[in-house]
């Protein structure tokens, strides 16, 4: 029984650090894709011959991947509550 805890335990710290690993990875994409938004954003006052409908898709888009951002830390925020559940 002790073995198969520890096996766990094992398991558990090594799912953790993978876990602060995609976060990691996750911030930095979110940066970089801020910062690609941010380039798009400056090149379309500079040209300004963005269409409304052009203007409405990068809105869209921007929602979407917000929603996408949303959706991945909330996979992450049960994922943590339902492995603290199992530890405990």
């Known amino acids: 029984y002790l073995n198969t805890v520890n096996e766990y335990n094992q398991e558990l710290l090594i799912i953790k650090g993978e876990c ?3 976060r ?5 994409l979110v940066v970089a894709n801020e910062n690609l938004n941010r380039q798009l954003h400056d090149r ?11 203007t409405s898709f ?18 992450y925020s049960q994922y943590e509550r339902k492995e603290g559940n199992n530890i405990g």
Not at 24 to 28: A, G, L, T
Not at 47 to 54: R, T
């Open 24 to 28: 990691q990875i996750n911030k930095e």
């Open 58 to 75: 990068v809105e869209q888009q921007n929602l979407f991947e917000n929603n996408e951002q949303s959706e991945t830390q909330d996979k």
């Open 20 to 22: 602060e690993n995609f």
């Open 44 to 54: 379309s006052i500079v040209v300004d011959h963005h269409s409304a409908l052009e």
